[in-house]
């Protein structure tokens, strides 16, 4: 039951808030099902995956991805994810535990701090795509190490960097996922760093719920959405954070 759980919630806060569900999946598989922290990552990252490809879907009807973007994010996001995945590997699982609770804390912060953000989207340009390709490799690495879509930092970047409108930025972070979790699943299944059979559960069971995840994201104002998901970091940091005290 709680593979099925976790899946249903990631899937709702994944359609909703355009990231790959691992900040739910990481801390569900270490608190609830007693995985380690780098098997929590690996085997979240491929969970997201089915999760991510419903949320596109959704995102996709309403033509709220923008596919210029994402093919340069996409570039970078496979370098980074096999990057990612590699470091994986090196890192204790306790400052897995850290890197991952401090990443979430900061992307609270930076939620709530009053950026200028560009009331128009920036067009593709050679710079533009070099930043993009740029972006594409931290989220990726991001992405492999933690075992998350690299949404919770896509998603605010496009918004306040790049201008572009929150149901965009969430489609296009979650296309991007999909990209970085077929590149990091493939080298953590070479590692023998996945439980593929809780993977599956958890992904299939969140593809209903990213879809309904994905409406909830078209009819949600941008205050509401950003209070929301700021909470909800705050809270997994915090789980995470206790729970790697005790590793």
Do not use: C
Not at 100 to 128: G, K, R
Not at 226 to 245: C, G, H, K, N
């Amino acid at each position: 039951m709680p593979p099925i759980a976790i899946g249903l919630l990631a899937g709702l806060i994944s359609g909703s808030f355009g990231v790959g569900g691992g900040i739910i999946i990481v801390p569900g598989l270490v608190l609830l099902l007693h995985f380690t922290q780098r098997l929590s990552h690996g085997t979240s990252l491929l969970a997201i995956m089915p999760i991510a490809a419903a949320g596109v879907i959704g995102f996709g009807f309403h033509d709220s991805i923008n596919l210029g973007y994402a093919f340069f994010l996409g570039i970078g996001s496979i370098v980074g994810a096999v990057l990612g995945t590699k470091l994986l590997s090196s890192i204790s699982n306790v400052w897995l535990a850290r890197f991952f609770s401090v990443l979430l804390l900061i992307t609270a912060i930076w939620l709530f701090v009053d950026i200028p953000v560009n009331s128009e989207e920036l067009a593709l340009t050679p710079a533009t795509a070099i930043l993009l390709i740029a972006l594409g490799v931290l989220a990726g690495g991001i992405a492999g190490l933690l075992g998350v879509g690299g949404g919770i930092i896509l998603v605010p970047v496009l918004i306040l960097v790049f201008g572009a409108a929150a149901p965009v930025a969430k489609g296009t972070s979650l296309l991007i996922a999909l990209i970085a979790g077929t590149a990091g699943s493939w080298r953590n299944y070479r590692n023998e760093n996945i439980d593929i059979l809780v993977a599956l559960k958890i992904g299939l069971a969140g593809i209903p719920t990213a879809l309904i995840g994905a409406q909830l994201a078209m009819v949600m104002s941008a205050q509401v959405s950003t209070i929301l998901f700021a909470i909800l970091l705050v809270i997994t940091a915090v789980s995470l954070v206790q729970t790697s005290r005790t590793r």
